[in-house]
């Protein structure tokens, strides 16, 4: 096989159905530029808060639409973990942007156009040259509708909670099962019905339903799946 073919592979999915550690793992193992640009909704969602733009839960899109310019978002690798970290205005957010106050906020901010095109064309600008894996939820239908490989992958409701409740009582000792299970529905009622290019799997995505698969064995199927494409790509080139 001719590794130095490099396929953009784009994988969307529903909230906290493990497509960042799917694609972190994909990355590594290819040698691929890993972008989760669901961190960049949230750097702009964690913008909002610091920046006095949210009023009980409710985000003020006029001045956050005049002061989209001022928000710069980049992506540093940790030289210890190896794994990018979000950068927002010169600072280190990767934390953060985890936060349930951001997470609750975040699907409103991204259903506003604005914030939408500045942070896709930012994304596809990443992706120019390939070699790139994009997590998110419009990754295959508008960031990179020509991407070699597409993946949507799903769980069932009540895992995807208990993956999420794990990860985040960790560092907050406080957060419910309850609440966390309340905000992934939400985010996905949200994320799937906005107008502005809605959660849904691409018509020549790949479905990958990971409730009963291990992490190792998500990776294998999706491993699998790349080596067939390049494959492929080779044999058109
Ligand atoms: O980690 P989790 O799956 O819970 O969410 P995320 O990937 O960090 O994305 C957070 C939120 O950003 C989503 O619920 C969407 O509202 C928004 N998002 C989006 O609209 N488009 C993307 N390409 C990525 C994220």
């Given at each position: 096989m001719n590794l130095s073919t490099k396929i953009t592979i784009a994988i969307d999915g529903f909230s906290s159905c493990g497509k960042s550690t799917l694609a972190k793992a994909l990355a590594k193992k290819l040698n691929y530029i890993f972008i989760d640009s669901g961190a960049m909704y949230r750097g702009v969602s964690l913008y909002c808060i610091q920046n006095d733009l949210v009023k009980?839960?409710?985000?003020?899109?006029?001045?956050?639409?005049?002061?989209?310019?001022?928000?710069?978002?980049?992506?540093?690798?940790?030289?210890?973990?190896?794994?990018?970290?979000?950068?927002?205005?010169?600072?280190?957010?990767?934390?953060?942007?985890?936060?349930?106050?951001?997470a609750s906020i975040v699907s409103k901010v991204a259903s506003?156009?604005?914030?939408?095109?500045?942070?896709?064309?930012?994304?596809?600008?990443?992706?120019?040259?390939?070699?790139?894996?994009?997590?998110?939820?419009?990754?295959?239908t508008v960031v990179f509708p020509n991407a070699e490989?597409?993946?949507?992958?799903?769980?069932?409701?009540?895992?995807?909670a208990q993956r999420r409740f794990l990860e985040l009582s960790e560092t907050n000792k406080s957060i419910t099962f309850e609440e966390i299970s309340y905000n992934l529905e939400e985010r996905d009622r949200i994320d799937s019905t906005r107008k502005e290019s809605p959660l849904r799997q691409a018509n020549d995505a790949i479905l990958l339903d990971n409730s009963n698969l291990t992490q190792e064995e998500q990776l294998e199927f999706t491993f699998k799946l790349v080596q067939e494409k390049m494959r492929n790509e080779v044999v058109h080139e």
């Open positions: 009980e839960g409710e985000v003020n899109e006029t001045l956050l639409i005049k002061q989209l310019c001022g928000i710069n978002l980049t992506f540093k690798n940790n030289d210890n973990t190896l794994k990018p970290e979000l950068f927002l205005n010169g600072i280190n957010v990767e934390h953060l942007i985890r936060n349930i106050d951001v506003i156009k604005e914030v939408r095109e500045k942070l896709v064309l930012e994304q596809q600008k990443m992706g120019e040259f390939g070699g790139i894996i994009m997590d998110g939820r419009d990754i295959g490989l597409k993946l949507f992958v799903t769980a069932d409701p009540e895992t995807r």
